[in-house]
């Protein structure tokens, strides 16, 4: 009824979507939200009421963007407070006044709109400077480029791959913390990167033939000479796409081995946008047409900076070059295309903004209906499901197309004691996933888990790969998670499974020794001279969990040990069940491993139920026991005796010093072995 006499009162001016409950109103929300004005919310409502569906608009931050009036038929203060507290713009009570309703909405709506208006046009006037200040180093870039007798491409292909390989690199490791800012700023000073060609000699520069020693040195100052050119500017020293123009002009011919020019930098001393644009260059310089050369393949170029046939680059950067091989041809002619029509773009987007039919909010919704769109379109085929979970309130989100396939709402409440979460996926599945989620950790946020699924009469088994969501706060909290179901029941499927059971533990999940073995070898061959820790573990005491409680209890603390394992330690890294109570991993590492080692000894650490968990450990370092397996795995046993001797609840480092020590060890017990 009351949303009836609401719908009488604004139906004439307004389009009246209606809710009965607050699930659907959640519902509707995440479909509609960019078309949505004004949400008229009661405070007491079935299944989810007006506080909750607030709560869920706060995290999803829609009540940014979508104004929201209270209604209710109380008006004590404390509900009042807790309302606005929650981000509404106003309060009305029951009954209705038409009037005052009426007023209200329309103001709300007004001020709402205005406030977008102005919103985007200062996006607008961003996005223009923007563009201005890339096309003065554009042009700046090409003057450089027309007297080298190359064409301006080559800066458009630099910035293009500087900005493919630096979003690579973001995404393989953590090691650089480089932002999506960096990364536009990155991209942008590449196109610098040459400038300083312009103090060259035209014969020197376009020469077809091979320099001589003394041209050369005088090519080799143009990195100098474009620092020299920035170091010059008088009043913008202090700006960041200056600071790392610089640092790309003076050091993009460095070489990772030390052997580059100008100042004989090594390693990561060489600043990574200038590791970044070195590689972006050579390749781009290996794949064009030049005055001296013709254009190699991309296959060659790539083959031939793999070989060092070029120098010598940072190893990542050349995992990065190589896992993006396949596409690398496809996304620069992506990006290449994009750069080129950019004009056109903006001067379609100049027209639009002096279109008197066609305000600026109703340009945001076109680009949000087309982005809708898209991603409709790939999760229809994409053999997946995809989802959101919030744990507070505890509610689990599919899209509209996996709901339907689920036989399931698109909003599921509570969904530890939800009978269709019950049903498709088990009571214990989702606990265990829920439980892993809790477990992660802002630095490691990622868990997989492979179950079965059960609907339409199927049971399938699908890899559930979810990343946990945590607040950015100086003590972050877990706020949720993002996730599919990749359905893996296909014609691979029991070839997958027999490899499966033949690489992995049947308990924990984790690779057995002999999977672990050949898997440690590879990233051993992979990066020769790496910096590598294996580390063996075992359980003290264990005998008496098996004693005490029996063999059931036990399997399940060695499979709570495996789940800390997997959740503390990165995906790259191989970790592996020896057998009994005895763990392995290894670890590759830049920085020093004894805060990693000590992390990850914590937390196995502790209680499971009430039985109290010890650990004792034994870490054995490449560069002390040499890059053979065996050898890796004999120390790290050994510095595994030394802390059991020591006292046990302890790690302990492998050195040489162990070696006599423990051929003392050896000779006692052999002795003992012949007086038996």
């Not at 990574?272 to 064009?288: H, K």
């Not at 001296?292 to 120098?311: L, P, Q």
């Not at 002999?514 to 573990?537: D, H, Q, T, W």
């Not at 063999?551 to 592996?576: M, P, Y």
Request: glycine share 6%; with cysteine.
């Amino acid at each position: 009824m009351n949303r009836s006499i609401l719908a009488d009162m604004l139906g004439k001016e307004y389009e009246i979507i209606e809710a009965e409950d607050g699930i659907e109103a959640i519902t509707i929300l995440k479909k509609q939200e960019s078309e949505i004005s004004l949400v008229l919310l009661d405070v007491v409502m079935p299944r989810m009421d007006g506080f909750e569906v607030l709560e869920v608009m706060n995290q999803g931050n829609w009540i940014e963007n979508i104004p929201v009036i209270m209604i209710s038929a109380e008006n004590g203060s404390a509900q009042i407070q807790k309302a606005y507290d929650l981000g509404v713009v106003d309060f009305i009570t029951r009954p209705f006044d038409a009037l005052i309703v009426h007023r209200r909405v329309v103001n709300t709506i007004l001020l709402y709109a205005k406030q977008q208006k102005l919103i985007e046009m200062v996006a607008d006037q961003i996005y223009e400077s923007e563009q201005r200040k890339n096309m003065m180093i554009d042009i700046l870039s090409h003057i450089v480029e027309f007297r080298n007798g190359e064409s301006g491409v080559h800066i458009l292909h630099v910035r293009i791959l500087t900005e493919l390989l630096l979003k690579h690199l973001a995404e393989k490791t953590e090691d650089y913390h480089i932002s999506a800012e960096e990364i536009s700023l990155i991209s942008t000073a590449s196109a610098l990167h040459d400038i300083g060609k312009i103090s060259i000699d035209d014969k020197i520069l376009n020469k077809p033939g091979k320099l001589t020693p003394e041209e050369f040195e005088i090519m080799k100052g143009h990195s100098l000479a474009g620092a020299e050119i920035l170091e010059n500017l008088q009043f913008y020293q202090q700006e960041p796409l200056v600071k790392t123009a610089y640092q790309i002009c003076r050091w993009h011919h460095e070489r990772y081995d030390g052997r580059g020019y100008p100042d004989g930098l090594s390693g990561d001393e060489i600043p990574i946008s200038a590791q970044i644009v070195a590689l972006a260059d050579v390749y781009d310089a290996l794949t064009s047409d030049r005055v001296y050369k013709k254009a190699f393949s991309h296959k060659i170029a790539v083959e031939m900076i793999m070989d060092g046939k070029c120098g010598t680059f940072n190893p990542l950067l050349l995992e990065c070059l190589s896992d993006m091989s396949d596409t690398l041809e496809t996304e620069l002619s992506n990006g290449l295309s994009a750069s080129v029509n950019q004009r056109e773009i903006w001067n379609t987007t100049q027209e639009m903004l002096y279109d008197e039919d066609l305000i600026v909010s109703e340009r945001s919704l076109r680009l949000l209906d087309y982005e809708r769109m898209k991603y409709n379109f790939f999760a229809s085929m994409a053999d997946e499901i995809q989802f959101e979970y919030t744990p507070s309130p505890p509610m689990l989100t599919l899209s509209g197309l996996d709901a339907q396939k689920l036989g399931m709402d698109e909003v599921v409440m509570d969904p530890d004691h939800n009978d269709d979460i019950a049903r498709i996926l088990g009571k214990d599945a989702w606990k265990k996933i829920c439980g892993l989620l809790h477990n992660t950790s802002p630095a490691y946020p990622i868990v997989k888990y492979e179950c079965k699924l059960h609907y339409n009469g199927q049971e399938r088994w699908y890899r559930i790969i979810t990343r946990a969501i945590w607040s950015e706060s100086e003590h972050p909290e877990f706020s949720g998670a993002i996730g599919k179901a990749v359905d893996i029941h296909d014609s691979q499927t029991k070839l997958e499974e027999l490899e499966q059971r033949a690489a992995h533990d049947g308990l924990t999940g984790l690779l057995n020794q002999a999977y672990a073995k050949e898997r440690i070898l590879e990233r051993m061959a992979e990066n020769p001279g790496g910096s590598f820790a294996l580390v063996i573990c075992d359980l003290d005491y264990f005998k008496s969990a098996n004693d005490n409680y029996g063999h059931h209890f036990g399997d399940c603390v060695l499979k709570h040990i495996a789940s800390k394992l997997w959740q503390n330690t990165r995906e790259n890294d191989i970790v592996a069940r020896v057998g009994g109570d005895e763990f392995l991993f290894l670890l590759e590492y830049t920085d020093d491993i004894e805060p990693v080692i000590k992390r990850i000894f914590d937390s196995l650490t502790g209680m499971y139920e009430d039985f109290p968990i010890s650990i004792s450990m034994g870490v054995a370092r490449a560069s002390v026991v040499g890059f053979s397996y065996d050898a890796l795995f004999h120390a790290a046993d050994q510095a595994l005796y030394s802390a059991k001797r020591n006292g046990r609840r302890q790690y302990c480092f492998y050195d040489n010093s162990m070696k006599d020590m423990f051929s003392v060890i050896s000779s006692i017990d052999s002795d003992k072995d012949k007086e038996i």
